[in-house]
């Protein structure tokens, strides 16, 4: 059944504008970008539909590879699942590639980063996959609008943005 999913979804991406174009930012450090990340905004996919609260936390495995562990909050329950990511080259470029159903691998591309490793933009292999991240679940409106217009000159369609409810991880 995963291997069906996974294939309906390689199949479903095909047809979607390729970011290839987008160039993934350099100089990237992993150590630093491991920890837990909050999706401040995200485009609609069915896998996170009426997900709140959504999270990723990213450690190094012994063999190199970055874990990733997903975590969301959806019909009064959480949920979560747990991924492998590895460099898809160079790994001072921030640019993965992320298995949740293995051998199925999807691209991971940072194409913002602040230079403290506290907001980020990451988009996959099409222009229909895009996620702003934050260290904290919440940012100010100023910070969110300015990273909305860092994605639109990207060439994303904002008008799809959902702006994810964090309440749950607000302390």
Not at 45 to 57: C, G, I, L, Q, Y
């Given at each position: 059944m995963r291997a069906l999913f996974a294939l309906l979804l390689l199949v479903g991406l095909t047809g979607c504008k390729s970011t290839s174009n987008l160039n993934?930012?350099?100089n990237f450090d992993a150590e630093r970008y491991l920890g837990t990340?909050?999706?401040v905004a995200r485009f609609p996919?069915?896998?996170?539909?009426?997900?709140?609260?959504?999270?990723?936390?990213y450690s190094m495995n012994e063999?190199?590879?970055?874990?990733?562990?997903n975590r969301g909050y959806k019909k009064n329950e959480w949920k979560d699942i747990e991924g492998v990511a590895k460099?898809?080259?160079?790994?001072?470029?921030?640019?993965l590639k992320v298995s949740f159903f293995k051998p199925f691998y999807a691209s991971y591309k940072i194409i913002d980063l602040d230079d403290d490793y506290t907001r980020a933009i990451v988009t996959g292999p099409s222009y229909g996959y895009l996620w702003i991240l934050s260290r904290d679940p919440v940012?100010?409106?100023?910070?969110?609008d300015e990273l909305i217009s860092k994605v639109r000159n990207f060439g994303?369609?904002?008008e799809k943005l959902i702006i994810v409810d964090q309440s749950r991880n607000v302390k």
């Open positions: 993934v930012v350099g990340w909050y999706e996919h069915r896998f996170e539909k009426d997900m709140t609260d959504v999270s990723a936390t063999d190199n590879t970055i874990k990733v562990f460099f898809k080259g160079d790994k001072t470029q921030g640019w940012i100010p409106q100023a910070e969110l994303f369609d904002t």
